[in-house]
Every structure is written in structure tokens, then in C-alpha cells.
């Protein structure tokens, strides 16, 4: 895996010459657009040249993202092929049990994943009618059987009407006092659903230790949950977000006390590392309460870096590039995704044998990290053999 590191006075026809490749597949790989300008200190994914005929084979990772109904269709048919299963976001759910769907339609979507060989998987996450979330509805399902009953009844009789292969079950803030509920939930529902052929995956809140304080935490038991679904994803990624101080969204060193944990309370084999498709821009100085930074998304954030003359730095214990810039008298701190921060995530999931990565979220493409995916994780063979 090689990876350049843009140093003052680079350009894209001297990159390509020192590292082998042509311009067109280092333009290509990297997104980099005319008049194809260089931010220093931008990290570049430098590809292979593969062999004419060599093809994509057999991937040795489960691959999987969110994305919402409205996503472009362009960005779609580009992620897909990189792609095992892509997930719905979001179906929810009202006090009685009733499937509530998503505003957009999302049926062209499920089409494309099927046209494309990918398993569309229904993510259910608890928004009520009004298309909010309202974690009091947790409580309400998990300890109440009939509305659990009908719900599930809905969920199966909807995921074959829509084609869906699976379902997703993403709830955040699970009450201490439902924990034991949460799981056996979760349970009825995998045990009913593989009847009919659909596995049942859940996205957990980052723990690192059983006893970890927190509404976030302390209703998700890792060791139960991994036994009750068929898969399950650390939500490994919002140290940094929108409302607190600036800093990297998924710092390695934090992401790795989670799957730490993580693995000594369930098999490698069923966890998939959550990674984030998006960094935050946050106006400084930064004031508790009363800063918000804006969500951005890799290439963005290039753009950004190259338009103000801004040089991006690397931090080495999060593993994440950042930089600094000025608009209209104030200074902004910038934290994001690139090719470096991205081999870390992947060199953790080699490292402690996971076998899944899933991304939030598929909203915006992002070349470098599917070509690097499929380099470390696939097996090329020649399409005549």
C-alpha cells in the first residue's frame, strides 16, 4: 500500500513519475480535478497498475454502508460495486407496534443493489411517526411482547414486499433498566426472521468496558447482543461531532480500546468496524453549548485546504489529518478522512481479524478508500482463467 504525501512545489506529472504510475491513474484513484491543484501536506493513494483483464475476485470482507433514500444516483452506482450489502436509512416505528416508513421512497434503491448484486438490508432505528427520533420508544417495544409481535410481523411482511435481505436494528441510548429486554428483542427477532431466510445484524454504541457509564452505554451488553444477532457493527467514529470541541471523529488510538473490548466479549468473526465518510469544520474558538461545526466530507475538505492556501497536518496518536483556515475574521479547524487515516482503520481490522467494515455513511464518494479497500481485502484473478 503506497501512499504519497504532497510536499511544497508537488505536482501531479512529478508525483506520477516518482512513484510509477501514470497521471491519468493518479488523477483517476484521487479525485483530483483540473486545473488539478495540490494542498501540501494532502495524502495521495497511489494504486497499481493492474494487468489488462485482471478483475475483481473474491473479497475477504463484508462491506457495508447507510444511506438515505435521497442519495444521488450517480454516487450510488459508483459505490455499489464495492459494495456487499447496502443499508436503507431508516425505517421506524410508532407506541403500537406499526412499521413507519421512510419520507423518500426507497424502492429504486433496493433495485439497484439487486441489479448490482447487493444485498439491500432494511435498517429499523426508533423514529416515530413524525419522523423524529424517540428513544422513549424503546422502552415502550422492548418490554411490551405484542407490539413487539406486530412489529416484527410488519418488519418481515415489508422486507418481502421490498426485496430487503436483512434487517438492521440501530438503536442508540438503550436504558440501563432494558438491557436484558434490548437482547431478548433483539433474539425473537433473529429467530423469526432466519425462518424466512434474513439475518439480523446490530450497530453498537462504542463501549470499552462492561461497566462503562453513560446513557450511551449502559444498556448495550456486547457479550449478549453478539450472541443474539447474526452480526454485529461498533459504532467506532463520533469522538469528534458536531456539538463538541474539535478533534478527529474517529481517533485510532480510541477506536482501539473499543474493538479491544469488543473481541474479548465476542467472536472477531462477527464484528464489523463502523468508519466514518465525513469530518467536521468548526468555527473557533470553540465555546461548550453554543459552537456547532459543519459536517464535511473528504474531498470537501481537500478543496477547502487548497482554496485557502491552508497546509494539512497529520496527527500521529489519532491517526487523522487537519488543518486550520481563515473566512471572513475567523479561524476554522477542520478535521476529516484521507487515504492515511483510512489504512489505520483497515491495518485494526487485519490486525485483530474482523471481518467487516461498515460505513457512516455512502452520502458522498470517496475513490481512494474503495480502491484501497479492494487492494487489501480482494483477490484479483484474469477474467480468461
Known sequence: ???????????????????????ELLLWANQ????????????????????????????GLYVFGYA??????????????????LYVFSYGFTAEGNLVHPISDDRWMIQAARDAGVGPVMTLTPIDSSGTFNNNLITVLVQNLSVQQRLIWELGRTMQEKGFAGLDIDFEYVRAQDAAAYVEFVSRTRQILNLFGYWVTVALAPKTSADQKGLLYEGIDYGMLGQAADRVMLMTYEWGYSQGPPMAVAPIHKVRRVVEYAVSEIPPEKISLGIPNYGYDWPLPYERGVTRANTIHTLEAIRLAIDRGSEIFFDQTAKSPYFYY????IRHEVWFEDPRSLLAKFQLIQEFGLTGAGY??????????WLMLEELFSVYRHTDE
Open 1 to 23: 500500500m503506497t501512499i504519497y504525501v504532497v510536499k511544497e512545489g508537488d505536482n501531479v506529472d512529478a508525483i506520477a513519475q516518482s512513484t510509477g504510475i501514470s497521471v
Open 32 to 59: 483530483i480535478e483540473y486545473p488539478y491543484r495540490l494542498a501540501v501536506g494532502q495524502s495521495l493513494y497511489i494504486p497499481e497498475e493492474r494487468e489488462a483483464g485482471a478483475d475483481r475476485a473474491t473479497r
Open 68 to 85: 438515505y433514500p435521497f442519495i444521488n444516483s450517480r454516487v450510488l452506482d459508483e459505490t455499489l460495486p464495492y459494495l456487499t450489502d
Open 326 to 329: 481563515w473566512q471572513y475574521g
Open 360 to 369: 457512516w455513511q455512502l452520502m458522498n464518494f470517496f475513490r481512494a478508500n
